[in-house]
């Protein structure tokens, strides 16, 4: 479970917070040495030694740091935090998300509203078009809702369209499902889905966000925001996405790091899949027709070695409801 604003130490939440759009490199070692040891070398001039192992350090780490950790305000955050009942988890916890950890560069640090659980990592992020069309969401909900219902998490931003669709979807099979979003949770985007927000936390889902408290969604979160639904995800499914949007970054990602991609087809007419029928057309992608083509898929890529390795080490098993397909 994370840890909750009351039992949050005060170095903790202020390096969580000081680390907020830092140098990949304080990520690097907070992943190493903890954020609390960070929040330590920082306020009495040690980066560079705890940056050694780690990563080459600038000349002005130290300065920045200890300026960021004098600006930070945990106080003034353990009580948004409180007041919505958010918890944090840090890198290196026992409860931190497994396949992200094994991501490249996992966040320091999550404000958890709601729940994760280990077996979230049995899952498929299902993601596309903000403008999506009829077809695009009587999919994203049709499959979204047949994953949740074999006990798969499904794991998307809460973004208007495809990503919205499938939260409902899910919580119609009353399935598990993350939501991600691109500012902090006192704050999210859009603005208009708070209800869909509340509804995963009631259903015991989570809304999950690398961001404090009150981060705006600034567009250039998104694609930060992007690198956790692929990193939390064993696959990725995009319904509806043209050539450039959030959704191909995201199984751009998901490529990179060795996870499962798919797509699922659309009309050419329309331009709304190109992106989709370019991802298969480039074998980036495998193409699905639906959610049985989905989870035998899933289940042959988790008994790969790059797929299974994060999984096996946390003693994590496919759900019960998932088998092998002929």
Request: charged share 25%; net charge negative.
């Amino acid at each position: 479970m994370p840890r909750n604003a009351r039992e949050l130490d005060r170095r903790t939440l202020r390096a969580a917070l000081a680390l907020d759009r830092g140098p990949r490199a304080w990520r690097a070692a907070a992943r190493v040495h903890s954020l609390g040891r960070l929040a330590d070398a920082g306020a009495g001039g040690g980066l560079r030694e705890l940056l050694g192992g780690v990563s080459e350090p600038r000349e002005t780490s130290d300065r920045d740091l200890a300026d960021r950790l004098e600006r930070a305000d945990p106080d003034e955050e353990q009580a948004l935090m409180a007041d919505l009942g958010v918890g944090l988890v840090c890198v290196g916890d026992a409860d931190y998300p497994p396949l992200l950890a094994s991501a490249p560069d996992p966040p320091a640090a999550l404000w958890v509203r709601g729940e994760l659980v280990l077996d979230d990592a049995w899952s498929i992020a299902v993601v596309g078009a903000r403008r999506a069309t009829p077809y695009g969401v009587e999919q994203a909900g049709r499959i979204a809702s047949a994953l949740a219902g074999a006990e798969v998490t499904v794991i998307s931003g809460a973004a208007r369209g495809i990503d919205a669709e499938a939260h409902r979807g899910a919580l119609r099979a009353e399935g598990r499902t993350v939501a991600i979003v691109g500012g902090g949770l006192a704050n999210p985007y859009p603005p208009e889905h708070l209800d869909l927000l509340d509804e995963i936390v009631a259903a015991g889902g989570a809304v999950v966000s690398e961001c404090p408290m009150r981060a705006e969604a600034t567009p250039d979160r998104f694609p930060s925001r992007n690198r956790i639904i692929a990193g939390m995800s064993l696959g990725t499914l995009v319904i509806e996405a043209a050539h450039r949007s959030g959704a191909i970054i995201t199984a751009g990602m998901a490529v990179d790091l060795g996870r499962l991609c798919m797509a699922l087809p659309g009309s050419v007419s329309s331009g709304r899949s190109s992106g989709c029928h370019q991802l298969i057309a480039s074998m980036q992608a495998a193409l699905i027709e639906s959610s049985d083509d989905a989870l035998r898929l899933l289940v042959e890529h988790a008994a790969t070695v790059r797929g299974a390795e994060a999984l096996a080490a946390a003693g994590i098993r496919p759900p019960t409801q998932v088998q092998p397909m002929p």
